[in-house]
Each structure stands twice: as structure tokens, then as C-alpha cells.
């Protein structure tokens, strides 16, 4: 498949549900990459601190375009993991109102993946087509080159540990990321900051092609809180310095392996709109 | 003069200043550190816009919301876009476009979005997500691509023979797109993987990169091509390499110092401006040639200086107030330029001033350094082309003051015409097309064009007070409407809006059921698809609160006539929509067609700035309303011409040539003026106002022809750009000033041949004492100003104590005010010499003998004194130019006759004229001339000498006119006449011994020492003559010696006088103390 991410640029079905699957499990980044070499002590520091089965929370989503227009979206995120190639997630709309109830799920199987949605209003359920692409996280400055790289995913990038450094007075990893041989990236290189605490970024760089900064992911240390045994993030803002937009995404109400229904990650109940 | 004393006393501190400031200025023209170019070119359609206003707003204001779309657009042609080969070259090349430095993304059939069902789900992946294989399959695709409502037509032509690759870059500024390159890269990418199919490229980043490239190229031959051809005008009128290299020099240092400023301050030059490094060369040149001319000329002339640097100063002393005049007027012509709406008009204006300004500098620095660091030149004889010229100007001049009226008529006539055909002025701009038609720029324009959508973009921008308004189903509905509607208008290619999206979308959703091709009926399923399909593609549609829509309209037409006619309609149209919905039309190509009217209003504004600000400079320089508006007259009628001529050729009224008019003003100006100062001067000199309008001209038809040429012949260059804009200006541009010479030496002359002039340096410099109007009782009742212009009309005297101003029995021409010093009158009386009185300053005298013809009175200084002498002519001249003032003036001589008619005694008792000039030759009693004169007994020997003798000595009073006859070498019938009249005239009766002589000079040129002892001759005469016998003597002997000048050479009965005979006159003149 010839697959260009500048072109993924639609709607968000697997990706997403995949990422802020990842974001849940993992409370916000990294849900467990393979790293190695001299990576190795991040990688035990951010498998730690994911989820062993599910996780439910609520969160919200503010983008701000360049006329200083905000549009905000909630909802909840429902993740399950029934093995270890096995999971489930659920998101479902809470607002804006139009939109209420609008839900997508994607299961997957090992390497296969099914995403449904639901309209409410057409009260139907559609199957999206495997091959559909998508960028743009609802609108938002998320897109799906970023979250690749905020998963570290082992099948596209390459990852190095350089010198470690401080943000914020906080001790952090410096991971830097780069797309594999083969693997097109908007950006040429993804810088990482991560705190050594918390294990999770406080400050990630997307740089273009000509070096220059794109885009910056920033986690204010404010806002890491413990939940159990792993800490959370509960807002990340992410500004796109080329086309001077912003999102930030909140994070509340969060349920860390509690009792998750099978019965939510069905096209039925998907159907019934509940 | 003294501060510009360094120029020919330091000439090497002034080169070396000169060089420095040049390189400061090379290091604003050229990076010093990569070679490249500071000054940019910067061809877009956004300069020819306004700045501001109302239409500026809605236009930013949509590229705010929407983005600037501004994308290099890369169109390849074939037999048949939908085959396997094609299509893999496509996503292919999209991926080596999107790996390219500077480039953020491609929207191609490898990239856009494909929205669709596919075996029961719904897909929505790129066009080439796959590649087909099979004729179904690309059928199948074919159908999707180019009935899509949203990329058919623009990335795809609906003949699927053409496909377009929107190549989107980094944010960057206009010198990072030069400098980055990534034009340049597309375009070679671009090209080495295509090349079995047709390749166009176009858009704006594509437009200004290779618009500033062919801008450069055509600047990079057309100055060198400016100096070669003004080097040829130089060498012409000079005849000689100084004369060629030092202007050059001049213009290429102010061209050198204008960009390199330009440099410095970021400027770029656009399709406008870009013709001002040109402008600069013509305009430079012409204020060079006048000095190296000025130069020159000291040294072909009898009096040559001694040095270089000394003409250089005299140089100096006669131009520069002259240039510095000439440049306030140019630049009052550009500064109303710089006040036009329109950007690349303000922009075009203010580099010019700074070029004018920059070409004086250079002029009045670069040019005099040089001349006095050079040896002076030798002298040449005039070449046949100054022959020619004066020649057509004798004929020219006499033509306009013996017909005056005629010419005046002629002139009329052709204002009228002019007039009339400025009425069929169309006011409109196509920019692409202004290209020329062999430039692949143009040819992948027209290519798109004719294929593809059109590419010229408007934008309906359609916005409710209401948030979220066009997710409500029934404004939607007027938004689909209206696009229906516009899809209908035959200049539109293509229209997209956020309806298409929708209906997409919809029909997707619904498995690709026909019936679902239409927009969602309600709110809800409008909300949800948008939250489904929000991309950055419905960004280009509707903002982020669903408050503004935006209809995307390819037009297929490029010129503001068909684009303001179609944006009419549309306004007409969005007009008729809901009070809730208000339409608005931008874009920039929108915006150039509302701009005509910005170009039409600017155009006014800037020419009535012009007219108002010359005619200022003029009234002022000329201290006369009068005069202002007769000096403006030849410089409006060119103006009038000019607009005919845009009417009659059907040449639009554009930014560019729109820059003609106010240009050609301040530039056409120069040559008047500098008539209208020459004539001043010459009218004084000769005190004939049609003789001195035929000699101003004859002075002046050389330079202001070759400066006129110089001006024609750069602006002709233009006529060689690849850009109709240019070849417009440059054309309009040097027939505009070609009619402004034609009425400059042929309108002028007739105006001024009755006019008498003053100019505001004579009205600062001449020196009458303060407070004239007060303190002298002729003036009573006058302003300063007006006393001053009276005492230009008139003569000063300055005579040293003893000196007899005139002598009772005289007659009296005119009558004498005391400026300063002391005079006495006085009469004889048998008890001896009575005195009447004693005059100082602001005393009148000789006022009876003004009246009465002859002096009643002795009068001689007793000190040192300057009085003002106000003859008869002077008064008629008043009358005519100030009639108030006259009246004024006879008002208080009445006044001043009253008071002093009772006080004074008439004595009758008139000497014999002893001063009169017969007398004045009659022998001395022992034959020996001059001996009751007690001459200088080395001169009376000296005239013996010669063979004047008693007998021969009225052969001498015709020695001046002698002297006339033979100023041009030769002496034809007709001088001989008048001189064998002369002296007949003063009793030389035939075959006399003194008319002997006189046929011995007539027949063989005198020995020059024959002149020699005239001129000491008369010197001592005139130490024992009155003033006013001195004026006596002097206006004789002149008047009969331009008769004697005037017999040969004439044309249509007014007398020619050759620029020799000129000379030996004002010789002539120069011998009289007065």
C-alpha cells in the first residue's frame, strides 16, 4: 500500500481510537514501545507506568484556529485489553450536542484492525474501509504522523537516547526520533524530553525537513498527578508553529483497571447508541 | 556658490566620497558573502493592488480565515491521464515533490482525498491510494476523478487528459522563496521524471519566481542596452569620450546608489517599479548633459577659461539652480505618484524621487569632480548636426512667432481632438496576458487556463451574523443556489464550496445511493458529517464556527473588463440572498478589477497634484499666475495627447501606463523652464521679445533635443520587454515626451513671444536696497515685490562720482531713480552753473525730459550712486505683463511731475549736441581725429596708423557694423547693403575717401586692430558722455549694427541673427559702460 501522510488528512477512525487507546492505556504516551541499546532505561521507566487491562476517562479537546476561534469536544474513552494482541476501544461523544452519542470503536485482532462508527442521526452503524486514512485528530492539530511518533512505534522508528537534560528543573530523558528507511515522515527528526519520574514527556519537537521547529507538544509538570501506581498527565497542549493553530487535551475522571463490560466493544450495543 | 566649492577645488575628497558611498550602496545591491542580489523582483498581482481600503479588508480577511492557497501548480498533459504508467508517474512524482526542502505538502490524484464506498464500507482514501490495473477499474476511477465536485477541474481536467499536482511550500518570505530555490527544484524534478508527456507550471509562487527571473534578465540588457544608446545621443552632441564617460558615469553611480538603498531597506521592485532603474538612467542623463554641455560650451566660446576647474565652477554657477529648478519639478511629478492608492505606483514614485534625487547628487558631485580633475578639452568646430538643429530651430521659432495665432489655433485644435478621443479611455489590467505570448510562462498560463478549471480564483465569501450558520440545512440551500447559479455564468470554469463537501460525504455515507447526492436535510446529520469529515479540506471552506462560507470560483477570463463585468453580476446576484446572509466578492483578482477605479481616481488625483504643484513652481519661479499657467500650457497639451492617444489606440489605462501622465509632466516641465529663463535672460539682453523668443531657442534646441532623445530613446528600450506593461509605458512614454518637445519649441516660443518675465532668482538677487516699496517714491503704493519686479524691468546703473547722467537738450528716453549715493541737477545761467537740487535714495529724476523728449536739465553724480533707469520700452512692457502696477507707477510720476513743476526753472539755453553722436566724430582742427576729444595721443597715432585720418574718420563710425558683416566669414549682398545704408545714413557721402575705406573692409575683412582702436575709441567717448548719451550713443550704434546682422539669413520677415553674429553683438555691447 502506497501511503503518503500528507494525504492522511480525513477523519479519525483506527488511528485514533488506537492512539487515544495508547493515551488511556498508558496515561497519555508511550504504552510500552520496544526500545534498545542504551534505551533501555526509559523503556523499563515507561512500561512501568502503563495500565495491566483497562482504563475509562473522560477528556476534553480545545483546538483554537488562527482566528482565535475555539471549538471543544468531550467525551469518554473506554480501552480493554483482553490479551496481549488482543484490545478494544471505544470512544463516545458527549458534546457539542449536534454530535452527542457519535461513537467509534476499533478492535483488533493482531495485525487486523475494524472500526465502526456510529451517527446518531443517520442511526446507523457504518464499517469503514481498512485502507480509509486519516490526519486530523476532529479538526485538531493531532495528527496521525504525530501520534506514530508520540507511540514510539517500534515498526517505523528509529529511536536513539542522547544526552539526558533538564526541563524544568526535572531530570529528563532525551529520546530523538526518526522515521525508518522506507517509512515517509512530514518531519525529519522528533525530539522527546522525558521526565525521569514520571516517565512521561514533558516536552516533545516535531522538526521539518529544513530543520526548523513545526510543532511542540508541552506537559505543564503541574498537571502530572499519580493515579495508583502510575502517573497520569491531565492536560497537554500542542502548537502548530507553521499554521498558528493550538489544541490542548484534558484529561479527567480517570478509572485505571477497573471493570470495563466486554459488551461495550460490540457492534451491537455500538447500534443501540448506548 | 562657495559651499560647492570643494567640487573643482578638492575633486579627489569628492571621488573619494563618491566611491565610498558606492560601495556602501554595492553592498546593498549584492550579499557580499553569497553573491546573490539584495534587491528582489517581485511580479505578483498583490502590488498592483490598493493598500487599504474597504476591498483590501474583506480580502485579508478571507486569506485569514482560509489560507492564501498559494501553491505551485504543476500540470501534465497526455493522451490520457487514467493509464497504469501515468498514474504510477503521478504518485511517484508527488512523493519526490513532497521530499523536496521548502516543500510542506502535494495535493495530487496521489493524495486527495477519494470519498466513496467500497464493497459495502465506507472508503476515503487518496484517488491513488492503489493503482488499477484493469480498464474497469481505471474507468471506474476516471468517473470518480472528474466528476468529483471538488477536485474535477482542479486536479483533473474533465477530459481526463490533463492532471495538476498543487505543490504547497513552507511558510516562508518572498527572499526565501528566491534564495531557497524550491521553485527551481520543482521545476527540475518536475522535468527529469516526465518526459513523454506535456509539463506546464504556473501559481503564484511559480509566477514570481520566474516573473522575477525574466524582470531580471530584462533589466540585465535593456540598462546596458539604456547606456549604449545614450552614449550614442552624447557623443553626437559633444563629439567627444569626456562627454560620454562623465555622464555615464553620473547615471550609473545614481542607478548604483538608488538600488543599493533600495537594498538596504528590503525594497523589491514589482512589474511597475521595475521600469525606474531605466527612468533613473534617462532622467540622470539629462541633468549630466547639461552639465558636461555647460562645460563644453566655456570652452568653444571666445573667452575660454584657463583651467578645467575653472569652468567647472562657471559650470556650476549656470546649471546648478537651473537642474535643482528641474529636479523639484520632476519630483513634484513623481511625489504625486507617491500618494496613489495603488501599491506599485506609490512604490514606483517614491524609488524614483529617491532616484532623482540620488541622479542630482551624482550630477552635481560626480560630474564637476571629474571635469575639473580631467585637462580641458580643446576647442571643436560645431558639427553639422548643431548646424542642423539651429537651423530647424530658426525655422521653427520663426514659424511660431510670425504665426503665432496659427500656431495657437493648430495647438487648440489638437487639444480639442485629444479630448475627444481620451473619452474612449478604457481603465483595466490583465496581468497574465501582459506577458509576452512566446514566454513559457504565459504559454503554461493559457495551457492551465484552457484545461484545467481556470486559473484565475475569486472568492464569494458568504457570512451570517450567527454562529454556526451554515449548518442549518435552508442556508446551506441558498449557498448551493447560488453556486448553481454561478456555474451558469459562461466566464466560470469551476465552483466549489463546503455544499459539495456535504453532498460528497452524504452520498458516500449512504453506500453510494444516487438519491443521497444532496445536501443532509437536517442539522443534526449537516453537524455530523462536518465532525466526521472535518479535514483540512473543509477548512477551505468554512471557518471553524461554520459562521463563513467560502465559495471557491475559477474563472477562465483574466482581464478587469471581463472580471469587473462578471463580479457585477455576481454582486448583483448576492444581493437578492437573505437579509441574514451578506455576500461579499474578493480575491485578488477581484480586487485588480475594483482596483480600476483606485488606478482611474489615482490617476486624477496624482495628475491634479501635479498640474497644482508645477503650476506652483512655476508661478512662483516666474513670480507671475500668468506666466504659471501660459509655462503650463505646453506641458498640459502633451498631457491631453497622451490621453488621446490611450483613446484612440485602445491602450488601457492601467498601473503602468497610468504613471505616463504625471511622469512625462514633471519631466516636460524642465525643458520649459528652461526656455522661459533663457528667454528672460535674452529678451533683457536683446530688449526684442520675438527676437529673444527665436534666440532662446536657438540657444536651447540642442540640449533640450538631446536631452528630449536621450529621454525617447531610454524609454524606447522598454519597447523591447517580454511584459506588455513595460512596452506600453515605454512607448506612451517617449511619444508623450516627443510631443512635449514638438511644443516646446514650437507652442512655447509663440506664447512667450509676448511675454515679459521675471523670475523668482532675479526677483531674490537684484539688489535695490530694503524696503524699496517705502523708500522710493515711484514705488509708492507698490509691494516690495512688485518694486522689485519694476527694477527687473528696468535697467540699474552704477556710476562713479563726476560721471554727467545727461545733459540738458539731450534727448530723454528715460528717467533715473536713485537707489543709492547722490546726483545733482543743475543749469547754466549767465551768472554761471545754478544747482536745482541734490537727489538721494528713492529721488527721481529726469522724469520732465521722460515726458518732454529732451532733458530741460544738467544732472551728474556727486557720489558714487546706482540708480534704476526706467525707460519708455520698460513701461509699455509693465502695462502689458502688470498693467496695476503701470498704473501705479504713472500715478506717482504724475504726482512727482505736480510737485516738482513749480519748484524748477526752465532754462532754454540747450548746448549744442555736442555729445550727439555725429558730432562726436567731427575732426579736430589740425586733421587729426579726435584731437578736440584730447584723446590719448598713442590712440590718435594708432588710428592714423590704420589710415583714418579727417578725411576717413567717418569710415570709423561704421566700424561695428563692419564687424557684424564679417562675423560669419563671409559677407553677402544683402549685408553689404545695409552697411553702404548706414553710411549713407550718417552723411558718408559716395566715392568719398571714408567711403573708400568702408568698400576696402566690405571687400576684404579689416585688420583686426582696426576693431581694437574703435573699442578704445569709444572708451574714451563715453568717459566724457552722460549716461544718458551713453545710452544714446550705445542703442545707435547697436540698433544699426542688428540691422546689418539682421539682413542676411531672415525667413518670413522677421531677421535671423547667426549665433556668430550674436556673439560679436553682445562683443559690441560689451564695450559700452551702460
Not at chain 1, 495491566?52 to 482565535?68: M, Q
Not at chain 1, 480517570?254 to 460490540?266: A, N, Q
Request: net charge negative; hydrophobic share 45%.
Amino acid at each position: 500500500m502506497n501511503r503518503s501522510f500528507q494525504w492522511i488528512a480525513f477523519h479519525p477512525p483506527r488511528w485514533v481510537l488506537a492512539t487515544i487507546g495508547a493515551l488511556v492505556a498508558s496515561a497519555v504516551f508511550f504504552p510500552g514501545p520496544a526500545v534498545s541499546g542504551d534505551l533501555g532505561p526509559v523503556e523499563e521507566c515507561v512500561r512501568r507506568n502503563s495500565p495491566e487491562r483497562a482504563s475509562v476517562r473522560g477528556i476534553s479537546l480545545v483546538s483554537v484556529d488562527r482566528t482565535g476561534s475555539q471549538r471543544k469536544l468531550t467525551g469518554k474513552l473506554y480501552w480493554k485489553r483482553w490479551s496481549a494482541d488482543r484490545s478494544g476501544l471505544l470512544m463516545r461523544l458527549d458534546s457539542p450536542p449536534e454530535v452527542r452519542r457519535s461513537s467509534y470503536l476499533v478492535l483488533q485482532d493482531g495485525h487486523q484492525e475494524q472500526m465502526f462508527v456510529y451517527l446518531p442521526n443517520m442511526q446507523r452503524v457504518r464499517r469503514i474501509h481498512p485502507d480509509t486514512a486519516s490526519g486530523s485528530l476532529f479538526g485538531t492539530d493531532f495528527s496521525y504522523a504525530d501520534l506514530r511518533y508520540l507511540q514510539m512505534l517500534e515498526s517505523i522508528v528509529i529511536s536513539e537516547r542522547l544526552e539526558d537534560g533538564v526541563v524544568g528543573e526535572r531530570p529528563a530523558y532525551h529520546v530523538r526520533m526518526r522515521a525508518k528507511p522506507g517509512e515517509k515522515s512530514p518531519y525529519d527528526r522528533v525530539d522527546a524530553m522525558i521526565d525521569q519520574e514520571s516517565c512521561l514527556p514533558l516536552q516533545i519537537e516535531f522538526f521539518g525537513s529544513d530543520g526548523s521547529v513545526q510543532k511542540r507538544l508541552t506537559t505543564p509538570v503541574e498537571s502530572l498527578t499519580r493515579e495508583g501506581d502510575i502517573w497520569v498527565a491531565r492536560s497537554v497542549a500542542l502548537l502548530d508553529l507553521r499554521n498558528e493553530t493550538s489544541t490542548s487535551l484534558d484529561v479527567d475522571g480517570i478509572d485505571v483497571d477497573g471493570d470495563v463490560s466486554d459488551r461495550l466493544f460490540t457492534v451491537t450495543r455500538l447500534e443501540r447508541g448506548r | 556658490m562657495r559651499w560647492l566649492s570643494p567640487l573643482w577645488e578638492r575633486p579627489g575628497w569628492v571621488l573619494a566620497g563618491v566611491l565610498c558611498l558606492s560601495l556602501l550602496a554595492f553592498a546593498g545591491l549584492v550579499d557580499i558573502r553569497s553573491g546573490k542580489l539584495r534587491v528582489m523582483m517581485d511580479p505578483s498581482v498583490d502590488r498592483l493592488l490598493p493598500a487599504g481600503g474597504r476591498d483590501r479588508e474583506v480580502y485579508e480577511h478571507a486569506r485569514k480565515l482560509f489560507g492564501s492557497d498559494e501553491a505551485v501548480v504543476v500540470a501534465l498533459g497526455s493522451e490520457d491521464v487514467f493509464t497504469p504508467s501515468m498514474l504510477e508517474r503521478i504518485v511517484r512524482l508527488t512523493g519526490e515533490l513532497e521530499a523536496l526542502e521548502g516543500v510542506q505538502r502535494v495535493l495530487s490524484l496521489a493524495t486527495a482525498l477519494n470519498i466513496h464506498n467500497a464493497e459495502g464500507d465506507l472508503r476515503i482514501a487518496p484517488f491513488l491510494d492503489s493503482i488499477p490495473q484493469d480498464a474497469a477499474a481505471l474507468e471506474r476511477l476516471r468517473v470518480q476523478a472528474t466528476q468529483s465536485p471538488i477536485y474535477g477541474g482542479e486536479l483533473v481536467s474533465t477530459d481526463g487528459r490533463t492532471t495538476a499536482l498543487l505543490v504547497y511550500l513552507d511558510r516562508m518570505s518572498d527572499r526565501d522563496l528566491m534564495e531557497s530555490g524550491v521553485v527551481q527544484r520543482i521545476e527540475g524534478t518536475v522535468r527529469a521524471a516526465v518526459v513523454d508527456a506535456e509539463v506546464w507550471f504556473s501559481g503564484p509562487p511559480y509566477m514570481k519566481v520566474r516573473g522575477s527571473e525574466i524582470l531580471l534578465h530584462e533589466l540585465s540588457f535593456m540598462l546596458p542596452l539604456i547606456m549604449v544608446a545614450l552614449s550614442f545621443i552624447l557623443f553626437a552632441s559633444l563629439r567627444s569620450l569626456r562627454g560620454v564617460l562623465v555622464p555615464l558615469a553620473a547615471v550609473f553611480v545614481a542607478l548604483l546608489w538608488t538600488v543599493g538603498t533600495l537594498g538596504w531597506l528590503g525594497q523589491t521592485f514589482d512589474l511597475v517599479s521595475s521600469a525606474v532603474p531605466a527612468l533613473i538612467l534617462t532622467v540622470g542623463f539629462t541633468y549630466a548633459m547639461h552639465v558636461v554641455a555647460s562645460f563644453h560650451a566655456y570652452f568653444q566660446g571666445d573667452d575660454p577659461p584657463e583651467s578645467s576647474r575653472q569652468a567647472v565652477r562657471r559650470t556650476l554657477a549656470d546649471v546648478a539652480l537651473p537642474i535643482l529648478v528641474c529636479a523639484i519639478t520632476t519630483l513634484v511629478g513623481f511625489l504625486s505618484l507617491a500618494l496613489n492608492p495603488i501599491v506599485s505606483v506609490r512604490l514606483f514614485g517614491l524609488f524614483s524621487i529617491l532616484g532623482v534625487l540620488y541622479a542630482v547628487l551624482a550630477t552635481l558631485t560626480l560630474s564637476p569632480a571629474l571635469l575639473a580633475l580631467l585637462p580641458p578639452p580643446r576647442a571643436s568646430r560645431p558639427n553639422a548636426l548643431a548646424a542642423g538643429l539651429g537651423r530647424l530651430s530658426d525655422f521653427l521659432a520663426l514659424q511660431a512667432v510670425g504665426h503665432r495665432n496659427r500656431h495657437l489655433a493648430i495647438w487648440g485644435a489638437i487639444l480639442v481632438l485629444a479630448l475627444l478621443a481620451s473619452t474612449q479611455i478604457r481603465v483595466g489590467t490583465d496581468v497574465m496576458t501582459g506577458f509576452d505570448e512566446d514566454l513559457p510562462l504565459r504559454q503554461s498560463y493559457e495551457a492551465i487556463n484552457a484545461r484545467l478549471g481556470g486559473a484565475n480564483e475569486l472568492q464569494i465569501l458568504l457570512e451570517s451574523e450567527v454562529t454556526e450558520a451554515f449548518r442549518m440545512p435552508a442556508n446551506l440551500a441558498q449557498l448551493e443556489a447560488l453556486q448553481t447559479w454561478l456555474e451558469a455564468q459562461p466566464e466560470i470554469g469551476s465552483v466549489q464550496s463546503i455544499v459539495d463537501y456535504l453532498k460528497l460525504l452524504n452520498h458516500a455515507i449512504h453506500d453510494d445511493d444516487p438519491s443521497y447526492r444532496r445536501l443532509p436535510e437536517t442539522r443534526g446529520l449537516v453537524s455530523e458529517l462536518m465532525f466526521f469529515g472535518a479535514s483540512p479540506e473543509t477548512q477551505r471552506f468554512l471557518d471553524a464556527r461554520s459562521q463563513t462560507a467560502n465559495i471557491r470560483v475559477r474563472a477562465k477570463v483574466g482581464d478587469t473588463d471581463s472580471i469587473g463585468d462578471l463580479v457585477s453580476r455576481i454582486q448583483a446576484r448576492l444581493a437578492i440572498l437573505p437579509p441574514h446572509l451578506h455576500g461579499q466578492v474578493t480575491g485578488s483578482i477581484a480586487m485588480l478589477s475594483s482596483s480600476v477605479n483606485d488606478v482611474a481616481r489615482g490617476q486624477a488625483l496624482s495628475l491634479a497634484l501635479a498640474f497644482g504643484m508645477i503650476f506652483l513652481v512655476l508661478a512662483l519661479t516666474f513670480t507671475s499666475v500668468r506666466v504659471g499657467l501660459i509655462a503650463l500650457l505646453p506641458n498640459a497639451l502633451p498631457i491631453a495627447v497622451y490621453f488621446g492617444a490611450l483613446g484612440l489606440t485602445g491602450v488601457t489605462l492601467n498601473s503602468a501606463t497610468g504613471l505616463v501622465g504625471c511622469m512625462a509632466l514633471g519631466m516636460a516641465v524642465d525643458d520649459t523652464i528652461h526656455f522661459f529663463v533663457r528667454f528672460n535672460s535674452v529678451a533683457r539682453r536683446v530688449g526684442d521679445e520675438k527676437l529673444a523668443a527665436v534666440l532662446a531657442l536657438r540657444e536651447l534646441i540642442q540640449p533640450v533635443t538631446f536631452t528630449t532623445l536621450g529621454l525617447c530613446v531610454g524609454f524606447l528600450v522598454l519597447t523591447l520587454s517580454q511584459i506588455r506593461g513595460q512596452v506600453e509605458f515605454g512607448l506612451l512614454a517617449s511619444f508623450t515626451l516627443a510631443v512635449a518637445w514638438l511644443a516646446d519649441v514650437t507652442l512655447t516660443p509663440a506664447l512667450c513671444s509676448r511675454l515679459g518675465i521675471v523670475t523668482l532668482w532675479d526677483l531674490l538677487t537684484i539688489d535695490i536696497g530694503l524696503e524699496p516699496h517705502r523708500s522710493i517714491e515711484i514705488f509708492d503704493g507698490l509691494s516690495a515685490t512688485r518694486a522689485r519686479i519694476v527694477a527687473l524691468m528696468g535697467r540699474l546703473v552704477d556710476a562713479p562720482a563726476g560721471q554727467r547722467v545727461f545733459h540738458a537738450g539731450e534727448p530723454g528716453s528715460g528717467l533715473y531713480v536713485v537707489i543709492s549715493g547722490e546726483v545733482r541737477t543743475w543749469v547754466s545761467r549767465r551768472e554761471g552753473e545754478v544747482t536745482l537740487g541734490h537727489y538721494k535714495r528713492g529721488e527721481c529724476i529726469g522724469e520732465v525730459g521722460f515726458f518732454q523728449g529732451e532733458h530741460s536739465v544738467h544732472c551728474i553724480v556727486e557720489q558714487d550712486a546706482r540708480m534704476l533707469r526706467i525707460s519708455s520700452e520698460c513701461l509699455e512692457a509693465l502695462g502689458r505683463r502688470y498693467p496695476r502696477t503701470a498704473a501705479t507707477l504713472y500715478a506717482n510720476l504724475n504726482k512727482i511731475l505736480a510737485a516738482r513743476l513749480g519748484l524748477r526753472t526752465r532754462e532754454s539755453a540747450l548746448d549744442d549736441a555736442f555729445f550727439r553722436v555725429p558730432a562726436i566724430f567731427r575732426p579736430g582742427a589740425d586733421g587729426v581725429p579726435g584731437a578736440d576729444l584730447a584723446l590719448d595721443p598713442s590712440l590718435t597715432e594708432r588710428l592714423a596708423g590704420l589710415g583714418i585720418r579727417t578725411e576717413t574718420l567717418a569710415a570709423l563710425t561704421l566700424v561695428p557694423l563692419v564687424r557684424v558683416a564679417w562675423a560669419d566669414e563671409q559677407l553677402d549682398a544683402e549685408e553689404l547693403s545695409a552697411v553702404l545704408r548706414g553710411a549713407e545714413s550718417v552723411g558718408i557721402a559716395q566715392d568719398s575717401p571714408s567711403q573708400a575705406l568702408l568698400r576696402a573692409w566690405l571687400e576684404e575683412r579689416p585688420d583686426p586692430r582696426i576693431f581694437e582702436a574703435w573699442r578704445d575709441f569709444v572708451a574714451a567717448l563715453c568717459a566724457r558722455l552722460t549716461i544718458e548719451g551713453q545710452f544714446g550713443l550705445r542703442d545707435d550704434l547697436l540698433g544699426r549694427a542688428r540691422e546689418v546682422a539682421q539682413a542676411a539669413g531672415g525667413f518670413l520677415g522677421v531677421r535671423s541673427i547667426s549665433r556668430r553674429e550674436e556673439a560679436v553683438l553682445r562683443e559690441l555691447q560689451s564695450v559700452f559702460p551702460v
